[in-house]
């Protein structure tokens, strides 16, 4: 298996209040990955990052900002959690091959 | 507008019998494909690929064929059992690209015993 982990797994937060999900790897790949889960529309890519400091947006990254200062660890920052946002967060690496692999989640509710 | 579909949000099989779930496509830059399987709870792990260069490819139980005339993929499972019960997603991908692969929504698989 993949050293990807993700944490923490699980968060229950305010409306307005601001979240930090932090991925981990040990793999030493390239290309990291945030996505969320949402029933009937599968994986929808936030933010990705192609090397340390280069990130770019995805389909859904408005109200998302992220990080990654460290090959190892990509961050995902929402600055100020709306409902609309509960949701399941999956981090996914991948080298130069075209598998990703991905963590185990993190579910956030958002009350 | 999806640049893959899964049109079957859910498909129910009876163990033994074979699974087909169909992907489409509409992007004709896509030359790699691949399934992922996910359990509830975990995060989907890679399951069987293949490339625009090839029409089947054959993973024990699990086939994939590509029909690149109609912009259509399947995954033949054969025979089905109840642990493949998932949600499978299937994703597309360019050589030479973003490294940014395109999800269809995925299908629910339920195999029952």
């Known amino acids: 298996d993949a050293g990807i982990t993700q944490s923490p797994r699980h968060k229950v937060t305010e409306t307005g209040t601001p979240v930090t999900l932090r991925c981990h790897q040990t793999?030493?790949?390239?290309?990291m990955y945030w996505y969320r889960q949402d029933p009937g529309h599968g994986l929808r890519l936030i933010h990705y990052?192609?090397?340390?400091?280069?990130?770019d947006k995805g389909e859904v990254s408005d109200g998302y900002s992220v990080s990654r200062s460290k090959t190892e660890d990509f961050l995902l920052t929402l600055e100020s959690a709306t409902s609309s946002q509960t949701s399941v967060y999956f981090c996914a690496i991948r080298d130069f091959n075209y598998e990703q692999y991905f963590g185990p989640g993190t579910r956030l509710t958002v009350t | 507008d999806q640049q893959v579909k899964q049109n079957s949000p859910s498909l129910s099989v009876q163990e033994g019998r074979i699974s087909i779930l169909n992907c489409d496509y509409t992007?004709?830059?896509?030359?790699?494909f691949l399934w992922y399987k996910k359990y509830p709870a975990e995060g989907p792990t890679f399951l069987i690929s293949i490339s625009s260069i090839k029409d089947k490819n054959e993973d024990g139980r699990f086939t994939v064929f590509l029909n690149k005339s109609a912009k259509h993929l399947s995954l033949h499972i054969v025979p089905s059992q109840p642990g493949d019960s998932a949600v499978y997603f299937c994703a597309a991908d360019m050589s030479g690209g973003s490294y940014i692969p395109t999800f269809g929504r995925g299908t629910s698989l339920i195999v029952h015993p």
């Open positions: 992007n004709s830059m896509f030359d790699y």
């Open positions: 793999e030493n790949h390239r290309y």
């Open positions: 990052s192609y090397g340390v400091k280069d990130t």
